[in-house]
Structures are given as C-alpha cells and as structure tokens.
C-alpha cells in the first residue's frame, strides 16, 4: 500500500457528538458521519499518514487479516481524497 495521506482541515468542519465524528465540507455540504472502524482510521491519520502503519494499527486494533485490512483502508482513504476531506502525498 505504501501510500501517505494527509487530512486536509481546511476544506471541513469536524465536531465529536456522542462517540462519532460527524465532518462536513465547507464547499460541497458533503458530510459523513464516522464510527467505528472509520473513526479509528480517522483518529490514526491524526498520528501518521502513513498507509501500512494505519492498517497495522486496525491489525492490532480489530480481529482482521492484513489483506482485508489494507483494501479498506485503500478503499476508505480513496473515498476521503474523492470527496476532499484528504490528499494523497
């Protein structure tokens, strides 16, 4: 996977309500409302944008094989770049 992925807080507003992390984009009034397993990714893009260090921290974190792990945080990150909450660098 190898990928860094860095959060782009300029173009989103982000509040904690009752465990969830509800963002929405400042431009387009996407919003989308993270638990769970895309609450965890989110907090651990906070300590490094790294791919491989995400997915082993969900290894770590959740009862999931390192193939599956890898493709959704692949498929998640790429939805947070589509929709502008992210950049790949």
Same mark, same amino acid.
């Given at each position: 996977?190898?990928?860094?992925?860095?959060?782009?807080?300029?173009?989103?507003?982000?509040a $904690?309500?009752? !465990?969830?992390?509800?963002?929405?984009?400042?431009? $387009?009034?996407?919003?989308?409302?993270?638990?769970? /397993? !895309?609450?965890?990714?989110?907090?651990?893009?906070?300590? /490094?944008?790294?791919?491989?260090?995400?997915? =082993?921290?969900?290894c770590?974190?959740? /009862?999931?094989?390192?193939? $599956?792990?890898?493709?959704e945080? !692949?498929?998640?990150? =790429?939805?947070?770049?589509?929709?502008?909450?992210? /950049?790949?660098?």
């Amino acid at each position: 996977m190898s990928q860094e992925l860095r959060k782009s807080p300029q173009n989103f507003l982000s509040a $904690t309500l009752d !465990g969830e992390v509800v963002l929405v984009h400042g431009s $387009t009034g996407v919003f989308y409302s993270l638990k769970d /397993t !895309g609450l965890a990714i989110w907090r651990e893009l906070d300590r /490094t944008g790294d791919l491989d260090e995400v997915a =082993d921290a969900l290894c770590r974190e959740f /009862t999931i094989d390192r193939d $599956t792990c890898e493709r959704e945080v !692949g498929a998640f990150a =790429d939805q947070l770049v589509r929709e502008g909450f992210a /950049t790949f660098h």
